[in-house]
C-alpha cells in the first residue's frame, strides 16, 4: 500500500527565535530517510505583543523555521503557516508532495484569558487525493495542579476548533512567484471540528501535563531525573513517567479521547535549565529548574491506528527554551478512512464558535497593540516620538493663535 511518510515535531519555543543553523542538524533527526510531509507544531513562537498582532511581527520567527528547513537540504517548500495567538502550525513538503495538495481548511481556537489565543490550538486540514490529513498544534494551561484545565481546554479545542476553507493558499517556494495558486473548492456544508472520521489526525503540542499535582519540594529536586542507562538506577526517568498526569487522564477517558501516542522511551521534556548552545543525553547531568516537576509535557497524539509510527523520540536540548522538542516519524497509508476505526466525536461542536473566535481576536488585538506599545523598544520609540510630535503641535498651534 502506497503512504506518505511524515515528521511531526512540537517544540515550545519559550518566545525565542530559534538559531537555525544550531537547530537544523537535528531536525530531522528521528528520521532515516526524507518524509514528504514536515510539520512544526510550536508554542510560544514570539514575545506576546508580536504574537498577538500576528501578521509582519511573526515574520522573523517563521523565517527562522524556514532557514533551518533549508539547511536540511531536503528540498521542501512551505506550505502554510498560521497562527493563534503564540501558537503556530508551519507545514512543509516535497515539491512533488505539494503540487498534489489539492485543498486546506485552517481552523483556529483560544483557551486562555478570554478566550485569546495566549494558551490555544491552531490546526490545518489537507486533501491529497483521497486521503485527509489533518495537524493540530495545541498549548493548554500550566502548572502541576491544573490537570481539570488541561482537560477542559482540550475540551474547548474539540468545540471550539472549526476548520473552514482556506480561499487561497500557496503550495510553493517563496523563491518562485510563477507557480499558480490552488483554489480551495467547495467540501460540503456543516461544521467540522477535528473530530471527523474520515480524516488521519495529529494533535502535538505542549500540553502541559505534569507528573505531580503540586510543586516539588528542595527534597523532591534531589531526586529529579538524571541521565544513567540503567532502569533500575533510582535516578532513572523511567521512574518519574509511573506519575504521569496525561496517561492516567487518557486511560480514564477524560481527555484527548480516542487517541493514542506511541510509548515514551525519552526523558521528560520540561523544565530545564541550560546555557548550552546543544546538550545531547549524557553529555553533561541535566540542570533542571527546581520549582517544577520534571515532565513529559511535550506530546504527539494520532488516530486512526493504522497509522504507523516508526520513532517518537525527544530533540536535544537547545539553549534557547526550557522545553525539549519531540519528533514523530509516520507513515500514512493513502486510502480514505474507515469510519468505523473513528470513534463519535466526544463534544458537539459550539454553535457559537466564530463570534467567540472574533470577539477574541478583538481582544487579542487590543492587548497586542497595549503591549508592543509598552514591552517593546520599537513601540516605546513610537510613543516617544508621538508624544514628541504631539508636543511640537501644540507649541505651533499656540504660536499660530497668540
Known sequence: MATLDACIVTFNCARNQIRPDV???????????????LVLCLQEIAPLAYAFLGGSFLTPYYNAFATAVNITDAGYVNVISRNVGLTSIMIFAKVDVAS???????????VGVQETGHKGAVGVRIGYGETVLTFVSAHLAPAEDATQRRNQDFKAVAERLVFVAEQKHSVRDERDEDTPLLQSPARGTGAKGIYDPTTHLFVAGDLNYRTSSRPPTPEDALSFPQPTADPKDPYHWSHLLKQDQLHKEVEAGRTLHGLHESPIEFPPTYKYRNKEDVTQDGERPWQWATHRWPSWCDRIF??????????????????????????????????????SSWQEAPFKIDPEWKAKRSAARRKELAVGIVAYLTWTTEGQCVLLATAIAACGLGYILRSITA
Not at 537547530?23 to 510531509?37: G, I, N
Not at 488516530?303 to 525527544?314: G, V, W
Not at 527554551?321 to 509516520?330: E, I, K, T, Y
Open 23 to 37: 537547530f537544523a542538524p537535528h531536525l530531522l533527526s528521528v528520521t532515516s530517510s526524507t518524509p514528504d510531509l
Open 100 to 110: 498534489n495538495i489539492t485543498w486546506m481548511d485552517t481552523g483556529s481556537t483560544g
Open 302 to 339: 494520532y488516530s486512526p491506528t493504522n497509522l504507523k509510527p516508526h520513532t517518537y523520540q525527544a530533540l536535544p536540548l537547545f539553549d534557547t527554551s526550557d522545553h525539549r522538542p519531540v519528533a514523530l516519524s509516520v507513515s500514512i497509508p493513502l486510502q480514505s478512512v474507515s469510519s
